[in-house]
């Protein structure tokens, strides 16, 4: 089991950053690929970012590319999302996740599929004010 809080949420100007947090508990997070998802109102979960259990791949989302990075530190059992030049677009609640897939390179694609992920955060908002 893996639990997952995701902090770091808030309001801010279009243009502006934040970092989400996701601080992962239980039975070694390290082994685990880790994921952010977003939900709009209105909208279905999409993929975000994911990084792999080592760190050594990540992928993300074509409208965030460039502008978000996904990063951890399995030393402090936390993920994080950066998130720069924030849109309207980008607000929604933020999920963390975690994944038991082994990946790497292009096999990683895969961590694009919520079904990967058996443990997910409450979620944190972040509204961006145009």
């Known amino acids: 089991q893996v639990q997952l809080v995701e902090s770091g949420g808030g309001l801010v100007q279009a243009g502006g950053s934040l970092r989400l947090s996701c601080e992962a508990s239980g039975r070694s997070p390290s082994d685990y690929a880790m994921g952010w998802f977003r939900q709009a109102p209105g909208k279905e979960r999409e993929f975000v970012a994911a990084?792999?259990?080592?760190?050594?791949?990540?992928d993300y989302v074509d409208s965030v590319k460039g502008r978000f990075t996904i990063s951890r530190d399995n030393a402090k059992n936390t993920a994080y999302l950066q998130m720069n030049g924030l849109k309207a677009e980008d607000t929604a609640v933020y999920y963390c996740?975690?994944?038991?897939?082994?990946?790497?390179?292009?096999?990683?694609?895969?961590?694009?599929?919520?079904?990967?992920?058996?443990?997910w955060g409450q979620g944190t908002q972040v509204a961006v004010s145009s």
């Open positions: 990084i792999s259990w080592s760190g050594g791949t990540t």
């Open positions: 996740a975690a994944s038991e897939t082994w990946c790497s390179g292009a096999g990683c694609y895969l961590l694009r599929f919520d079904d990967k992920y058996g443990y």
